[in-house]
């Protein structure tokens, strides 16, 4: 095991449970983390759209008991699995060879990548796959693109600005998908709530 890892567990004072959870989950980021890291994005993705749906109940007043959409989870779950969590492992991995560390000004140089070239083509990929996956023609993907695409990139301009920040800078490589993913919970939410 790795040091890090071990010194991590310790300090974090998890009990067993989450201490066996951790080990396990940094195993098999060690062994597969291309598939581990599309398990996790696939995971929190649904529960991001979950959570969405939740929210707008609860704003709506409705009864949050009332069946949910089982669908719009599986969708992020889908999106997830297969999109999110590859693309993000390669395009971090990349962007350390492409920019290293060593470069002058590598954090900026990073973000500006991630900002203006990943963020835009990601957020485009999303629209388009989730369109595909609601059985979408092309006349709605137009038009979702025409009225949420401005809308949803400067929010993610916003939001995922200092977020990538933090991450590009200050996450180890590894860990960066998982730090995403957990933020994106609330992203999900949001480009959830524009689906509707």
Known sequence: ?????????TEAGLGPLPRRALSQYLRLLRLYPVLTKAATSGILSALGNFLAQLIEKKQKKENCSQKLDVSGPLRYAIYGFFFTGPLSHF???LMERWIPSEVPLAGIKRLLLDRLLFAPA???LFFLVMNFLEGQDTAAFTAKMKSGFWPALRMNWRV???VQFININYI??????????LVALFWYAYLASLGK
């Open 172 to 181: 180890p490589v590894q860990f960066r998908v998982l730090f995403a993913n």
């Open 122 to 124: 990601f957020l485009s």
């Open 160 to 162: 995922w600005t200092p």
């Open 1 to 9: 095991m790795a040091p890090a890892a071990s010194k991590l567990r």
């Open 91 to 93: 395009f971090y991995l």
